[in-house]
C-alpha cells in the first residue's frame, strides 16, 4: 500500500487498481469544523485534476479533485451523517471515495510523503 498527495491538500492510498481518496490531516486542520461533505456519483468517470467531490467547514467550501484518472467505484457513506469524521480521522476513517486508477503511470506523478510535507512547513 502506498500513499501519494496532491499539491492541493488530497491524498490517495493505492490499494492494487484502487485508490482511497480524501483530504490530508494538514487540509482539514486549516477549514476547520467539517459540516457537509458532497460526494461523488458512483460509476462518475473523472480525470486527473477533475472536481470529484466538495467539503463544506463553518469556515469555506473547497472542491477536492481528483488525484489521478478513474471511475468512482465507491463513495464513503458515513460522511453523509457524520462530516466530522474528515475532522478526526481525515486520513483513516473520514476517506471520501474509492476509484478504479485508469493509468498507473499518474501515481508517479504525485508527491510522497516528504515531499508533500515540504509543502506544509
Not at 5 to 22: N, Q
Request: net charge negative.
Amino acid at each position: 500500500m502506498t500513499t501519494k498527495f496532491t499539491p492541493d491538500h488530497e491524498y490517495i492510498r493505492v490499494e492494487g487498481s484502487t485508490g482511497i481518496v480524501g483530504i490530508t490531516h494538514y487540509a482539514q486542520e486549516q477549514l476547520g469544523d467539517i459540516v457537509f461533505v458532497e460526494l461523488p456519483a458512483l460509476g462518475k468517470v473523472l480525470k486527473k485534476g477533475d472536481e470529484a467531490a466538495v467539503v463544506e467547514s463553518v469556515k469555506a467550501a473547497s472542491e477536492i479533485y481528483a488525484p489521478v484518472s478513474g471511475t468512482v467505484t465507491e463513495v464513503n457513506e458515513a460522511l453523509n451523517g457524520e462530516p466530522g469524521l474528515v475532522n478526526s480521522a481525515a486520513e483513516a476513517g473520514g476517506w471520501m471515495f474509492k476509484i478504479t486508477i485508469a493509468d498507473a503511470g499518474e501515481i508517479d506523478t504525485l508527491l510522497d510523503a516528504d515531499g508533500y510535507a515540504e509543502l506544509t512547513l
